[in-house]
């Protein structure tokens, strides 16, 4: 393939990825809607509102399935009457409501917050976008309090200060975040400097006016519960340890609050709620329920008492109700069935907030009023239900507006199919608000917020009629460009004398698409990335118009490239599939088991130990697709891992060459005494040894031996040799990434390679075909063909690549990996460096696979012909034209794009959050998985077997 083409498809793929965020998940922010101002008597004078990060809703209100008590006795004691009460007196009416919070994807602590207090769900893309600083402007409750105060993580809490004079923040360092100490300290600091906030008001009059002035905010974000369930899982002991710690001090926050305000506490609302929550792996960010499943208490002013159900038929109504339960009814083992449980949304705290302090809702929030939580008269309910739909309308019309003037030409606008409604609506519930009528007008008034946050949606997605085609027929374009490089439908095959139709039917082609389209845009005043994507498909077919006519069938459809292409889409569902059950991999590797035994070789020319290797190896990776995915840490299967890994190390050494193998040797068996010694050694000294490790491993493999082989002109050692020593250093870094059965499964990925290596070698040297092939002018070769048995080549790359993401318990998911891999190199939170090891872990086997097939590429002998067609051909002693590779590439581009399109049509916004988070992780990890396994080919190919 030429070069402009394949910058070209690069392009492509980065916009394809691109392409649905635009088209399912826009930014929601509009900017330029003024406040809506509310009249009401707030029920509460001040609110402190707790997170817990990452605390899952289960493990709060579950009683222990062994000592039948609640890791939160105090917490409970609140939401259940049936609870022995606190025994401490207090001023805050120790009653109120309980729910579940809602979350959706990224379950990240920044959306999550942003959620919380800003009433919006930022696009899916934001988290990329930073932890500590905002993309964008944005209001929020904070603004609306007289003054706040917030404690907690510096990646948290100062997202909220920017710009917000009335708000202090108190951070800890980021040093304070060590995944090594106590996950309690970071939590005991934040309930430290809340106190000694209270203190230092007794000597400070300006702070103590503050402190007792009306509508102020006090946020403590709790991060030990996040720490605590990454390193010991959510379902350990510890995590509900941390729980119990965390509702001690929240008792014991009141109590110092009541000394502080005596009678006015009474005035104070409280709110205990999480930002996420985690999976039973340990991770977060994507749409597991349980990551969007966080607990909601509310108590003191402004909170409704808990309700008594005593009808069973009613409890299964309020418990069971699909709806009202957002698809997870109550577990029995809460054992709050006779309790009255109020789900909400997570942008609904927001007006939750609101209401409490009588403040205007947030200009950009689509929260809905969680009226079921909240102890107001009806008066006041209503006008804030009335001030909720009126936020709500004024950003659509702002939408609305911007979306009309962006057109050119006003006709070609498509207005929301409900606009006179929504007018007509508003207009009634001021009516009913005249009238006193405030149970209807509240009604009313959240009928109209399910209405505008339709035509909200409705503009946010305005765009996606157009680009969705769009999209769909540049991938349609660019895969049928890919196929007709591997049938061999070269852009030149064409006789002369058809040369200049085609030319001037593709110039005719383009202007009559290009034009109109170009047009459209203009008139609807499209962004310029719209240009892009209409770009794609307008290049793609110009580009196979060109190549008419074309032998649609190949000939007789028996060629090697409709072979090749005919086994790939075979292959396709299959891997489809996996990426929705990981027990397929299983299937698909006991199958591939029997491939050696089956072969028509002698043991001469295939060992019998080279069979077996491979068939134990697959029977291997089978057992590792069968593996739970939420194993977690497993100290046994780790050092298992490394006992075989140094006994592979010092066998190989000892057979091949001791001398030759000496750096490998050196980096298993240091990996795996730092790995030993962990709980022993210091962190700095285990974090260098770490980090020396895995530098020198790439520093070795990709720069200094290349360039020794280059630049020097140094022998370079046989490609076996070089290939053994990767696999043994990359397995020693391996090990330091590993929290389970990672250096087992490396052991059998690398056995496969090795043995996929041996079988090629030895199908090679048996078969008398060699692969034809034309040379041009000077000897330069311009064309290869594949042989029919190259689609096996294929396929067992493709199933070795996709286990060596699939195999070590990854699902298709961009959150399933588990960070406590990393703790071997760092021990505070650092997101993008533990986001660089994680990668690191993958590449390692994608990187041996590539090389090996590199490998596999070289060893194939051609046999071409000159230009004008010699009689006799000459075996090329050269292996490996630049024409195959391309060939290869286009292979496994075609089938990455064909799955990438399939994933495409599969990315929703509706439904659940979990099925929304896995079509996008499909998507994108299918395009990644593509173009790494071309890239680390050319790799391989350029570098680590230069």
Not at 148 to 171: A, E, K, L
Not at 183 to 203: G, H, Y
Not at 210 to 222: D, E, T, V
Not at 644 to 657: D, F
């Amino acid at each position: 393939m030429r070069t402009s083409v394949v910058l070209l498809g690069l392009a492509f793929h980065i916009a394809f990825i691109y392409s649905i965020f635009d088209i399912y998940f826009t930014s929601p922010l509009v900017h330029g809607v003024p406040p809506v101002p509310v009249q009401i008597n707030p029920p509460a004078q001040r609110l402190v509102f707790i997170v817990g990060d990452a605390c899952r809703a289960d493990k709060l209100f579950e009683l222990d399935q062994v000592t039948h008590k609640s890791h939160t006795p105090f917490l409970r004691s609140i939401i259940d009457p049936k609870s022995p009460p606190p025994n401490f007196a207090t001023h805050v009416h120790l009653r109120g409501s309980w729910g579940i919070s809602h979350t959706r994807v990224p379950t990240e602590s920044r959306p999550g917050h942003v959620a919380m207090f800003s009433g919006f769900y930022e696009d899916v893309a934001a988290v990329t976008k930073g932890w500590k600083a905002n993309p964008c402007e944005f209001d929020s409750v904070f603004n609306r309090s007289t003054h706040s105060w917030g404690f907690g993580s510096p990646d948290v809490v100062p997202m909220f200060t920017h710009g917000v004079p009335q708000m202090r923040d108190f951070c800890y360092t980021p040093e304070f975040e060590n995944w090594h100490e106590n996950a309690w300290l970071t939590d005991e600091w934040v309930f430290q400097r809340m106190e000694e906030l209270f203190q230092n008001a007794t000597r400070d009059p300006v702070l103590n006016e503050n402190l007792h002035k009306p509508g102020i905010i006090f946020f403590l974000h709790l991060l030990g519960l996040d720490t605590t369930g990454h390193v010991k899982r959510p379902n350990s002991p510890e995590y509900g340890e941390h729980l119990h710690y965390v509702d001690g001090q929240i008792q014991l926050l009141i109590a110092m609050m009541d000394r502080f305000y005596g009678e006015a506490n009474a005035q104070t609302a409280y709110i205990f709620t999480g930002d996420h929550g985690m999976s039973n792996k340990g991770a977060h960010g994507d749409g597991d329920p349980d990551c969007t499943r966080t607990p909601l208490i509310l108590w003191g002013a402004g909170a409704r008492d808990p309700r008594l159900i005593a009808d069973p038929e009613q409890q299964r109504r309020v418990h069971e109700d699909l709806v009202a339960t957002h698809g997870w009814p109550t577990p029995d083992r809460f054992e709050l069935r006779h309790t009255d449980r109020q789900d909400i949304n997570q942008a609904d705290m927001s007006l939750l907030i609101s209401a409490l302090l009588g403040h205007s809702p947030p200009v950009n929030s689509v929260g809905v009023l969680p009226r079921a939580h909240l102890d107001m008269p009806p008066a006041d309910r209503a006008r804030m239900a009335h001030a909720n739909a009126q936020a709500v309308v004024a950003q659509y019309r702002h939408k609305a507006a911007q979306r009309l003037g962006a057109h050119r030409v006003a006709r070609l606008f498509r207005p929301f199919p409900e606009e006179a409604a929504l007018g007509q609506a508003m207009s009634h519930i001021g009516r009913l608000l005249a009238e006193g009528q405030h149970e209807q007008a509240e009604e009313a008034s959240l009928q109209v917020v399910a209405m505008a946050l339709r035509g909200l949606s409705y503009m946010q997605t305005y765009d996606r009629l157009v680009l969705f085609p769009v999209i769909a027929l540049a991938s349609l374009g660019w895969v049928l460009l890919l196929l007709s490089h591997v049938m061999g439908w070269p852009a030149g095959a064409t006789a002369a004398t058809e040369a200049e139709p085609l030319a001037r039917r593709s110039l005719v082609f383009a202007a009559l698409t290009a034009v109109p389209a170009a047009g459209y845009l203009v008139a609807t005043g499209a962004p310029l990335i719209h240009y892009a994507y209409v770009a794609f498909p307008v290049l793609f077919w110009t580009m196979l118009v060109q190549r008419f006519p074309i032998r649609l069938l190949g000939g007789s459809g028996r060629e090697p490239g409709a072979l090749l292409s005919v086994g790939v889409l075979l292959l396709l569902p299959v891997l489809v599939l996996a990426y929705h059950h990981r027990e397929l991999f299983a299937l698909l590797f006991l199958a591939l088991s029997l491939w050696p035994l089956l072969l028509p070789l002698d043991r001469r020319a295939l060992p019998l130990r080279t069979r077996l290797l491979w068939t134990g190896s697959c029977l291997a990776l089978a057992g590792c697709a069968l593996a739970p995915i939420d194993l977690g840490e497993r100290p046994l299967l780790r050092r298992a891992g490394a006992v075989l890994m140094v006994v592979v190390a010092l066998a190989t050494a000892w057979r091949r060459s001791l001398r030759a193998h000496a750096l490998d040797v050196a980096t298993v068996l240091l990996a795996a005494a730092n790995m030993a010694c962990a709980p022993l050694l210091p962190a700095l000294v285990m974090h260098s040894i770490s980090w020396l490790l895995l530098g020198s491993v790439w520093l070795r493999f990709f720069l200094v031996q290349p360039l020794r082989t280059r630049l020097w002109h140094a022998a370079s050692p046989p490609r076996e040799r070089r290939l053994l020593s990767m696999g043994l250093s990359f397995g020693g870094v391996l090990l330091l990434l590993g929290v389970n059965f990672e250096g087992l499964f490396y052991l059998a990925f690398m056995g496969a390679c090795f043995a996929w290596l041996r079988v090629e070698q030895a199908l090679e040297a048996a078969s008398p075909i060699t692969r034809p092939a034309t040379a041009g002018p000077g000897g330069r070769w311009v064309a290869a063909r594949l042989l029919p048995r190259d689609l096996w080549s294929a396929l067992v790359f493709l199933c070795l690549f996709h286990i060596s993401f699939f195999g070590t318990g990854n699902v298709a998911s961009l959150s399933s990996f588990d960070v406590t891999s990393t703790l071997r190199f760092v021990s505070v939170f650092a997101p993008f460096t533990m986001a660089v090891l994680l990668v690191t872990k993958l590449l390692l086997p994608f990187s041996l696979i590539a090389a090996v097939l590199c490998a596999v590429v070289r060893g194939w002998r051609f046999v071409y012909r000159e230009p004008r067609g010699a009689l006799l051909p000459t075996e090329c002693a050269r292996t490996g034209p630049a024409a195959t590779t391309g060939m290869l590439f286009a292979t496994v581009l075609l089938q990455g794009d064909l799955m990438a399109l399939g994933f495409f049509f599969m990315v929703r916004d509706t439904g659940s959050w979990l099925e929304i988070g896995l079509g996008i992780s499909h998507f994108v990890i299918a395009n990644c998985m593509a173009l790494a396994a071309v890239g680390l080919y050319f790799l391989a190919d350029r570098v680590l077997l230069a």
